[in-house]
């Protein structure tokens, strides 16, 4: 058998071990031959290929980013997309497609699969973790503990100077990056997505801490919204997927609060550091595991599919399923972080 591997979306900690996991137990113990598609969809939508063996993934465990390339692009927006995927499969004799990424990347695999007939397993990947069927996406945990210690710098800063800081994370419409940092960090006021803020609520959170001489830290994920307004937006074009470049609400906040309590307020915007660098040991332990059981789908033809945590557990899931709807914070766990707020 011919494996195709690619990885799509934004890069990722983890990313290497899944290939690395899947080429090793793939030539070793089945005999597979593989084959790597550059950038995303976009290999196999231009036939953009590069060879993969033992030999390629020699030392790319704690290697961040990935040695394939990754991209946004979507066949399912080119023109004749499809056609062009499924002539390069032909062409490359592949006989089934590994496909790492988040809820897009994985979007396009439980379509080509459900409806087109490719065959194609799915690896979750996102320092998001808002892939309902799985309990954590590798790459999560690293971007974690890179905007917790972020935050624990961030808070000798600001008393030092007696200021509020401002800590923008990543995680799009999902709340997860700043709940766990936030939590972890001690800051003193954490928003998400899910739930809208009063920025005035906000501001006497903050007027609060500085009672008692603490400078307070807010962490804000970079989908937060405002109760009264809309998403604030440095660019508002879209990508393929048709998502808009998510920043800039932490610095409009910011401004808010200096405007409103008079204190001296500054942003950090941590931005794509959180994705980069080294992944953590939970990340090289599950983006590994990922890819054994990926390929062992493989093995099965059990196609259509996509390799998940539950619990200690990796089990299948539909790729349809999979990709449904975004996993969100639960009330519930932003009430046990209130009790930190102000």
């Known amino acids: 058998m011919r494996v195709g591997v690619l990885t799509g ?46 030999r390629a993934v020699r030392g790319i465990l704690p290697r961040g980013g990935t040695i394939l390339g990754s991209s946004r692009t979507n066949p399912l927006k080119s023109e004749d997309g499809i056609r062009r995927v499924k002539e390069t499969l032909v062409k490359q004799e592949v006989d089934a497609l590994i496909a790492i990424g988040g809820e897009d990347t994985l979007g396009v695999a439980a379509r080509l699969s459900g409806d087109y007939g490719l065959r194609c397993v799915g690896v979750p990947k996102t320092i998001d973790n808002d892939l309902s069927a799985t309990d954590y996406t590798f790459g999560f945990d690293t971007a974690v503990n890179i905007a917790t210690e972020a935050i624990d710098r961030l808070h000798t800063t600001a008393e030092s100077h007696m200021r509020v800081l401002v800590v923008e994370v990543m995680g799009r419409h999902a709340g997860w990056i700043a709940l766990h940092s936030g939590l972890a960090g001690g800051a003193n006021v954490i928003l998400l997505p899910e739930q809208r803020f009063d920025v005035d609520q906000v501001c006497a959170w903050v007027e609060s801490r500085f009672k008692i001489r603490y400078a307070p830290i807010v962490v804000i994920a970079e989908g937060a919204m405002p109760r009264d307004g809309d998403a604030v937006l440095k660019d508002d074009t879209l990508d393929s997927f048709g998502h808009v470049r998510l920043s800039g609400v932490g610095e409009w906040l910011a401004k808010e609060i200096e405007k409103r309590t008079g204190k001296e307020a500054r942003t950090t915007v941590l931005g794509h550091v959180q994705r980069g660098g080294t992944p953590s040991a939970f990340d090289r332990w599950l983006a ?44 519930s766990l932003y009430a046990e972080a209130e009790v930190f707020f102000g």
């Open 9 to 54: 979306g934004g890069d990722c900690p983890g990313l290497n071990a899944v290939i690395r996991a899947v080429v090793r137990k793939g030539v070793q113990e089945y005999g597979y031959d593989f084959i790597g598609f550059r950038d995303g969809w976009r290999g196999p939508l231009e036939n953009d290929t590069v060879p993969l063996d033992i």
């Open 288 to 331: 590994t595991r990922f890819g054994l059981h990926a390929i062992d789908a493989v093995r099965d033809e059990d196609f259509g599919k996509m390799v998940a945590l539950r619990g200690t557990d990796i089990i299948r899931v539909p790729l349809a399923e999979a990709t449904a709807r975004l996993k969100t914070v639960d009330p």
